[in-house]
């Protein structure tokens, strides 16, 4: 549905897109994630025809945007950061004003019904859109982009700026659009990402650096492995016992359990598999393990790792904070997603 080959961007003498290829399947939704300056809103103002590229293509629907930017457009439906709105319009006006902008052949009245049905804004259409909140609004930006029916649906950032419960309201509704659009999602939220997107795009200095399916966006990285261990014996010498152990390079209290045990949050030296020998050393003090599991790389590890191009290659020292868990203190994420990122 979306095809992008060798697109290069120049401006002057600097580089903003490096020769980046990408595809985005029929019923796919993409993650497009990048650091500031990545190229990734160039990438995206070329592949919604708002921007011209130095060279390679952009396909839509197997149309060319730099060639046939029209016809194109008519399979993109957009939402920028801001979304496009008329202030002093109400929702239904502005919904008719779009209709008509874009030409569009469908049935006016079941068409936009369905619409403002699907994002839950019927209740809004005689509003102005100035006086509504700022997820309305949101919903509003995602209404116009719908308009036509367009096969693909890009979204820069719908969620910023949003309350936990809004951010929650429009990931569902991203979701839902899925089923029968292509979508390519760009935000900073990287939770909203790994709970909506079928793959991961990551774009650094104007390369991809990351293409992977979201399920299997940890195996592009030889990353250490965490375990979350829960032993029964005396805290201190557990943890000053673990932390002698060869090929582990972190060790750090998760908190207290039932039974005397502790849980331990225990990350290994890239390729090292600790399990064995982190056995044999607590039996051999008569400390029991009642409870070991492997945790994965969260995608906020992932990215720091793919887009940070000098601490990688720094070599840790034991009982440090790896690359992988730079922030201040190691929170390992269970599952539960933070609503307030």
Known sequence: ????????????????VGGISFSVEEGEIVGFLGPNGAGKTTTMSILTGCLSATSGKALINGIDILENPIEAKRN????????????????REYLNFIYDMRSCKLDREKHLKEICDTVKISDVL?????NLSKGYRQRVGIAQALVGNPKVIIFDEPTVGLDPKQII????????????????????????????????????????VANEKTADISKIIDGNRRLNVKVCGPQK???????????VSYVDVLGNHELDSTSYLVESEPGIDIRKTLFNALAAKSWAIIGIEALGLNLEDIFIAVVDTAEPTKKQKKGKKTTLGRRQKIEIDFGKEDENK
């Not at 943890?239 to 152990?245: E, F, Q, T, V, Y």
């Open 237 to 247: 010498d557990v943890l000053a016992l673990i932390r002698s152990l060869p090929g």
């Open 126 to 130: 005689g509003r102005v859109i100035r």
């Open 1 to 16: 549905m979306i095809q992008i080959e060798n697109l290069v961007k120049k401006y002057g003498d600097k580089t903003a």
């Open 76 to 91: 993109i439906g957009y939402l920028p950061e801001l979304p496009p709105l008329y202030l002093e319009m109400t929702v």
């Open 169 to 208: 309201e429009i990931r569902n509704l991203i979701k839902a659009l899925g089923k029968n659009h292509t979508v390519i999602l760009s935000t900073h939220i990287l939770p909203e990402v790994q709970a909506v997107c079928d793959r991961i795009v990551i774009i650094n200095k104007g390369k991809i």
